[in-house]
């Protein structure tokens, strides 16, 4: 288990979790959305390398109505 | 007569109307309005995805990008390093290189920032983006922006959301005639007319958002602003005739019985 920051929220997931992990369990995998891990933008390709650990903050965020 | 395309940043664009895509009711009321206003550009932000509801709408299932051109904006950015954050991952998400940038300096205004604007516009520019940049109507800094690299320059025609049009001509026509890059006029434009007024002035394009998501029937609004922007824009190629202080008869005096 890990607690991580997801999107400002705490949420608990399993070890060895990994950011694709991560957006399969919200069904993100096909949209389009962009990834911060600790500050940090992972490319797409890194989804699966990229494992989460304890207090790792992301951010995941996409696009919106906006002026 | 030559077909008037409109160019900014590279892309050609049939519409010299950008919508933003904020304050609607719904996504399909945002998508119905930008079909009605012509577009093909649209301004969008980026946030955070609401992990806890799973099966809510995405813009991107009604607006599709491959049909539409996106245009990131940094809109609620109060700094350099927000906006820069923003848009960096706005192009991770989309892989676009073309954004706005709008750095807000006063939550009261939402005047921008220009010493973070420039800023924001220097480092962009050096990582290959190219910028569309949100400012005020100052020659001086509109002109100090187009040196450092900006692709467009957005002047404000009064507040965002005010509704309030264009409040200084004088200073929108000094920066039109010095731009070598498209002006478009961004913010304040408080309804139909006021767009046909920055195209009389010379303005190469207009961004439009609340005049037309706030008006009673949006989608008849951004109809309006499309016709708006084509008559400003016909008006201006035709070049007015000059104003006279006394009356000029239209019909020939010769021959009068």
Redesign the interface.
């Known amino acids: 288990m890990a607690k991580i920051q997801?999107?400002?929220?705490k949420?608990v997931i399993k070890t060895n979790y990994s950011i694709f992990d991560l957006l399969k369990k919200?069904?993100?995998s096909n949209?389009?959305?962009?990834?911060?891990h600790n500050g940090v933008?992972i490319?797409?390709t890194s989804f699966k390398k990229k494992y989460l650990k304890d207090n790792d903050k992301v951010?995941?965020?996409?696009?919106?109505?906006?002026? | 007569m030559k077909k008037d395309i409109f160019k900014v940043a590279g892309k050609s664009l049939k519409s010299r109307l950008i919508v933003?895509?904020?304050?609607?009711n719904s996504?399909s009321e945002?998508a119905k309005a930008v079909q009605a206003s012509g577009a093909d550009m649209v301004?969008?932000?980026?946030?955070?995805?609401n992990?806890?509801d799973?099966k809510k709408p995405?813009?991107?299932d009604y607006l599709d990008?491959k049909k539409i051109i996106?245009l990131?904006?940094t809109?609620g950015c109060f700094n350099s390093e927000e906006a820069l954050?923003t848009l960096?991952?706005?192009r991770?998400?989309?892989g676009w290189k073309l954004v706005k940038l709008e750095v807000l300096g006063d939550k009261k205004t939402l005047y921008p920032n220009m010493i973070e604007t420039l800023k924001a516009t220097k480092i962009l520019v050096k990582e290959g983006f190219k910028v569309m940049v949100y400012c005020t109507d100052d020659p001086l800094l509109a002109k100090k922006l187009e040196d450092n690299g900006a692709s467009a320059i957005m002047p404000l025609a009064s507040p965002?959301?005010s509704g309030l049009g264009i409040l200084n001509k004088f200073n929108i026509s000094l920066i039109i005639n010095q731009s070598k890059v498209p002006v478009i006029v961004d913010?304040g434009i408080g309804t139909a007319s006021d767009a046909t007024i920055a195209m009389e002035l010379g303005c190469d394009g207009v961004l439009v958002?609340?005049a037309i998501a706030q008006s009673k029937k949006p989608i008849l609004m951004a109809k309006a602003f499309k016709d708006a922007v084509i008559s400003g824009r016909n008006s201006f190629l035709s070049g007015r005739m000059g104003k006279n202080l006394l009356a000029i008869p239209s019909s020939p005096l010769k021959g009068l019985i």
């Open positions: 997801l999107n400002g929220k949420v919200y069904k993100l949209k389009k959305i962009a990834i911060e933008i490319p797409k951010e995941i965020v996409h696009f919106i109505g906006g002026g | 933003g895509t904020g304050k609607y996504f945002t301004t969008i932000a980026v946030r955070r995805v992990i806890l799973k995405l813009l991107t990008p996106y990131p904006n809109a954050r960096r991952l706005a991770e998400m989309g965002i959301g913010a958002n609340s």
